[in-house]
């Protein structure tokens, strides 16, 4: 029976370090994706001078837009302002700060010209460009470590158990 319990630590502890390695990769996978997402806005605004509810419709491959959409669909009272804020808070794998950057991309979009959307919209590119930097740099670091750990703590507590 302890031998049961030791490789089920072993496996539990595993698979949680196998987690943390996981919401690293999806970090900078989302990352990537809305930097691609702006890249897309900044081009439909300049050349078509599409307003967000537009931007939506044709964005609509992107998860974050998705999620977006989704909210309206849901729920018709929402602005999408609205379910802008309840999508960014929807993303779990991002950092406060993540957030933060994304909110206010937010907040601007569709409050200012064309020219005014273009410049939020390329400063804060530069934001998320500098922000994968540091996702893929702490994923190289630290999702080895996670999963490591995890193992290593699972045999400690099988040895312990046995």
């Given at each position: 029976?302890?031998?049961?319990?030791?490789?089920?630590?072993?496996?539990?502890?595993?698979?949680?370090?196998?987690?943390?390695?996981?919401?690293?990769?999806?970090?900078?996978?989302?990352?990537?994706?809305?930097?691609?997402?702006?890249?897309?806005?900044?081009?439909?605004?300049?050349?078509?001078?599409?307003?967000?509810?537009?931007?939506?419709?044709?964005?609509?491959?992107?998860?974050?837009?998705?999620?977006?959409?989704?909210?309206?669909?849901?729920?018709?009272?929402n602005?999408?302002?609205g379910?802008?804020?309840?999508?960014?808070?929807?993303?779990?794998?991002f950092?406060?700060?993540?957030?933060?950057?994304?909110?206010?991309?937010?907040?601007?979009?569709?409050?200012?010209?064309?020219?005014?959307?273009?410049?939020?919209?390329?400063?804060?590119?530069?934001?998320?460009?500098?922000?994968?930097?540091?996702?893929?740099?702490?994923?190289r670091?630290?999702?080895?470590?996670?999963?490591s750990?995890?193992?290593?703590?699972g045999?400690?507590?099988?040895?312990?158990?046995?």
């Open positions: 029976m302890n031998i049961l319990f030791a490789i089920l630590a072993v496996v539990l502890c595993t698979g949680v370090g196998l987690y943390q390695a996981a919401r690293l990769s999806e970090r900078e996978r989302l990352l990537s994706e809305i930097i691609l997402m702006l890249e897309e806005m900044a081009i439909h605004i300049r050349y078509n001078a599409a307003k967000a509810e537009e931007l939506f419709k044709e964005l609509d491959r992107f998860e974050f837009i998705k999620s977006i959409n989704s909210i309206l669909k849901n729920n018709t009272d602005s999408w302002h379910a802008w804020e309840k999508a960014v808070k929807e993303l779990n794998a950092s406060p700060d993540d957030r933060d950057i994304l909110l206010s991309v937010g907040s601007s979009l569709g409050s200012t010209d064309i020219g005014g959307q273009l410049a939020m919209l390329e400063l804060n590119k530069k934001f998320f460009k500098s922000r994968l930097t540091d996702a893929e740099t702490e994923k670091r630290k999702s080895n470590m996670y999963r750990v995890g193992v290593l703590m045999i400690a507590i099988a040895v312990v158990i046995i």
